[in-house]
């Protein structure tokens, strides 16, 4: 079993940064592919980006290449999304993610992650 508590997010201004946290229980993080991934109301969950294991692949949305950074600290099992050049679109809830079991799906997709974090509310301002 993996526990993911989430934390930093909060009412930004556009154009202002935000950097959200995830620790993980357990003591195998540092064996996991790890995702953000946000919903907005009304909409369905959508990839954010991704981390693998080894840290050699990152991945992210074409809506937020260039702003926003995934990165790990796996002595502190956690993870991070560094949020930067926010827009209004940008709001949503924002899960992390750990995916233990290395399944098929892509990482870019919800079926992949087996253990999610309970969300923590992003809200940009214009």
């Known amino acids: 079993q993996v526990q993911l508590v989430e934390s930093g997010g909060g009412l930004v201004q556009a154009g202002g940064s935000l950097r959200l946290s995830c620790a993980a229980s357990g003591r195998d993080f540092s064996s996991y592919n790890v995702g953000w991934f946000r919903q907005a109301p009304g909409k369905e969950r959508e990839f954010v980006a991704a981390?693998?294991?080894?840290?050699?692949?990152?991945y992210y949305a074409d809506s937020v290449k260039g702003r926003f950074g995934i990165s790990r600290d796996n002595a502190k099992a956690t993870m991070y999304l560094q949020m930067n050049s926010l827009t209004p679109e940008d709001t949503a809830l924002y899960f992390c993610?750990?995916?233990?079991?290395?399944?098929?799906?892509?990482?870019?997709?919800?079926?992949?992650?087996?253990?999610w974090g309970q969300g923590t509310q992003v809200t940009v301002s214009s």
């Open positions: 993610a750990v995916d233990s079991r290395f399944t098929t799906a892509p990482l870019t997709t919800p079926e992949r992650y087996d253990y």
């Open positions: 981390l693998t294991w080894s840290g050699g692949r990152i």
